[in-house]
């Protein structure tokens, strides 16, 4: 279990070998690189997209069990050829997906030639010395099997990169440039094609996890710059009225008053944004001595129907703009390979992946291989499955500002006292998934002292009880009951609380929110903790009940986003373990509240 870093560094190297820097590893960061390995011909002249083969998973560990057979493989890649794709990039190096992708295309003689990953894994942060080791472990098993396919597979892999998103400052899979530089060494050491590392555009134009991990090192082993760049996905952090380094773009364009054209405008726009991050890892490169270098886009797509997870999809995702962004892309590609444009732009992605919720909806073609606009596009006389969305630019989406409707003058908005029949108009309950636990509405018997409808002489409370969590917790919101939804103007409200009593033996914290849209069109929530003590919640073994207030600055405060003439959902409760500090377990104490109400 001692294997480390420098067990991988000891693998015997043959097939290449050598430095992209003049002065090798340790030179200063302007070395120039003259030891470049030649990008093939194929980026420069084919179309690529990013491939992967799952089709049913709908989780990771679905996608671990999921079987892949060479027919599955041979059917995706026949579609791909059909639409004039002649390159993909690959993920990793397994067996699975590398070594069956690679043999199909062989055995078949198919015209597809590969970009070869190799992922590795973080390891530096584990704390555990097993499972530090176990990772290196597999990241050396992973390199080995990765070598071994890009020298057996000379003829079909035309490049290799190793790491995926590992050093741009919010990688998930954080490794170190020390760490990553060592890897791409090892195999460069021991293949003949150009190799490369995957990252987003900001780290390749300096904008690095901090000073010690700018890409100096990580340079000085590659041949080429394979960047990443998410203009859809960069419009949910942009403010063009800010003032930091980061490219914004305007992604709404309301100055195009004439609807019909504001689809295209912001495609443009999104386009303009990518080429603006090409344009920030260009100048890096040449100010540090790799003028020489070619840049690629690794990664680089739009979504072709919502998948959750972002309020702004509900503008942008549909198959029509991603056929607008493909296009465009496509463009930019022929008319900048011959200057200093990228050498190579790789789409991401070829086909669907549910296993990864809501980062879903990339494909040129569904799941069931059924083919979107941009890919019927590639190829109209194709006899594929198609689509039956209407593909005419006319029906993209556009941003549309959130409606502003009249702010609530009465004193009070009540979600639930005796007083209510049925959800408040317009609003209804719903759990964040069904089954996490059991609601009864109304429950009776029993209801807070304080509760402003007792004077009806009912005793009607809610209760939440028999709890079955989810990994990660469960909650309970109101919010609205149309579709779309409809916001609340509770700007009136903004000097005022929440309250609601609560009356539970429940242990630990609950959080307690609301959300709101804003003149964005993007979705905020805003969250503020109860625990024993704090804005009048108690807990106990024998409990009884206690009246909460919330004063709706402190939500201001947790988010100061939060635009209160948009209201979505107007209260929740949950208890998500990340934030509140509890555990996953079922048996969980009953909840009873009443009296949920907004004062101003």
Not at 303 to 314: E, I, M, Q, R, V
Request: aromatic letters at 10%.
């Amino acid at each position: 279990m001692a294997l480390g870093l420098g067990a991988a560094l000891l693998l015997s190297a043959c097939g290449g070998g050598g430095t992209t820097s003049d002065q090798g590893s340790g030179a200063s960061p302007a070395a120039s690189a003259s030891g470049l390995r030649a990008l093939p011909a194929v980026f420069t002249t084919a179309k690529a997209v990013a491939y992967s083969p799952y089709r049913t998973a709908t989780t990771d560990a679905g996608r671990a069990s999921e079987v892949i057979t060479d027919v599955q493989v041979k059917q995706d890649l026949d579609l791909l050829v059909t639409a004039g794709i002649g390159l993909i990039r690959l993920f990793d190096s397994s067996d699975k997906v590398a070594l069956r992708t690679l043999r199909v295309i062989r055995d078949n003689a198919l015209p597809i030639k590969v970009m070869l990953g190799i992922y590795v894994n973080s390891f530096e942060n584990a704390s555990d010395p097993v499972v530090r080791a176990r990772a290196q472990a597999d990241n050396e098993d992973e390199m080995a099997r990765g070598v071994t396919l890009a020298k057996t597979y000379a003829a079909e892999v035309v490049a290799v990169s190793v790491g995926n998103e590992t050093m741009v400052s919010w990688s998930f899979n954080p490794i170190s440039t020390v760490a990553m530089a060592a890897y791409i060494k090892t195999v460069r050491d021991q293949v003949p094609q150009p190799v490369t590392t995957d990252d987003n555009y900001a780290f390749y134009a300096g904008f690095a996890r901090n000073a010690a991990e700018q890409p100096g090192e990580v340079l000085r082993q590659i041949d080429f710059a394979s960047i990443h760049t998410y203009p859809m996905l960069d419009a949910q952090y942009s403010d063009t009225s800010d003032t930091d380094l980061l490219p914004d773009w305007d992604w709404q364009q309301l100055g195009v008053t004439d609807l019909t054209k504001r689809a295209a405008a912001s495609v443009d726009a999104a386009i303009g944004k990518a080429q603006t991050d090409y344009a920030r890892a260009r100048s890096y490169l040449d100010k540090n001595g790799r003028a020489n270098m070619p840049i690629v886009i690794g990664e680089t797509g739009w979504k072709g129907a919502d998948s959750g997870g972002s309020a702004l999809y509900k503008f942008q995702a549909h198959p029509a703009n991603q056929k607008m962004y493909f296009s465009r892309l496509l463009d930019w590609a022929l008319a900048s390979r011959s200057n200093n444009g990228p050498k190579g732009i790789v789409y991401f992605e070829a086909f669907d992946e549910p296993w990864k919720g809501n980062d879903d909806k990339w494909g040129l073609f569904t799941k069931d291989r059924t083919a979107r606009c941009a890919a019927q596009a590639l190829n109209p006389t194709a006899t594929w499955t198609k689509d039956s969305t209407a593909c005419a630019d006319s029906n993209a989406l556009y941003f549309v500002p959130p409606v502003l409707n009249a702010a609530l003058t009465t004193p009070r908005l009540t979600i639930f006292n005796e007083s209510v029949t049925g959800w408040p108009a317009g609003m209804r309950a719903d759990a964040y998934e069904t089954g996490t636990f059991n609601l009864i509405y109304p429950n009776t018997g029993d209801s807070a002292p304080s509760d402003l409808g007792a004077s009806l002489g009912a005793s009607n409370f809610l209760q939440l009880d028999t709890f079955t969590p989810k990994s990660y917790g469960w909650g309970l919101l109101w919010q609205s009951s149309s579709t779309p939804a409809v916001s609340a103007n509770l700007s009136s409200f903004a000097n005022g609380s929440i309250r609601f009593s609560v009356k539970t033996a429940y242990a630990g914290s609950l959080r307690v929110g609301i959300s709101s849209d804003t003149s964005l069109g993007a979705v905020v929530e805003s969250f503020v903790l109860v625990s024993n003590g704090n804005y009048g919640y108690c807990s106990s073994a024998s409990p009884g009940w206690c009246d909460v207030t919330i004063p709706l600055s402190a939500f201001q405060a947790a988010n100061p986003k939060l635009d209160l003439r948009y209201v979505l959902t107007r209260f929740s409760i949950s208890d998500v373990y990340t934030d509140t500090g509890n555990t996953d377990a079922t048996g969980k104490p009953a909840i009873a509240l009443d009296n949920i109400y907004w004062i101003r």
